[in-house]
């Protein structure tokens, strides 16, 4: 049981940099393991980004993989995703979300999921 909050989203040219936050309630939150997923208009919801619960091990797209950084703070219950070097395909609704024991690149795998946050990259 966790709930999840996305901040961070906006408006940005190409080639810029944004950080994205995901708040987490609860006292597990060290046991879930995180990801961000992303979806386009006219689209189909896409895996960006993962981190185990422990924040050893780390998982990303080839379209991002460079360029967005996964990481966590258990203390602070927040996984954040920075995103360097912004490209207008980047555009989309940000998502995290969270699984007690899934940690993949399939995002059907994840049971819990937060209300997103908009990404938009001008050209």
């Known amino acids: 049981q966790v709930q999840l909050v996305e901040s961070g989203g906006g408006l940005v040219q190409s080639g810029g940099s944004l950080r994205l936050s995901c708040a987490a309630s609860g006292r597990t939150f060290s046991r879930y393991h995180m990801a961000w997923s992303r979806q386009a208009p006219g689209k189909e919801r896409e895996f960006v980004a993962a981190i185990t619960s422990s924040g050893s091990s780390t998982y990303y797209a080839d379209s991002v993989k460079g360029r967005f950084t996964i990481s966590r703070d258990n203390a602070k219950n927040t996984v954040y995703l920075q995103m360097n070097s912004l490209k207008p395909e980047d555009t989309a609704v940000y998502t995290c979300?969270?699984?007690?024991?899934?940690?993949?690149?399939?995002?059907?795998?994840?049971?819990?999921w937060g209300q997103g946050t908009q990404v938009t990259v001008s050209s």
């Open positions: 979300a969270a699984d007690r024991n899934y940690i993949g690149t399939s995002i059907r795998g994840y049971d819990y």
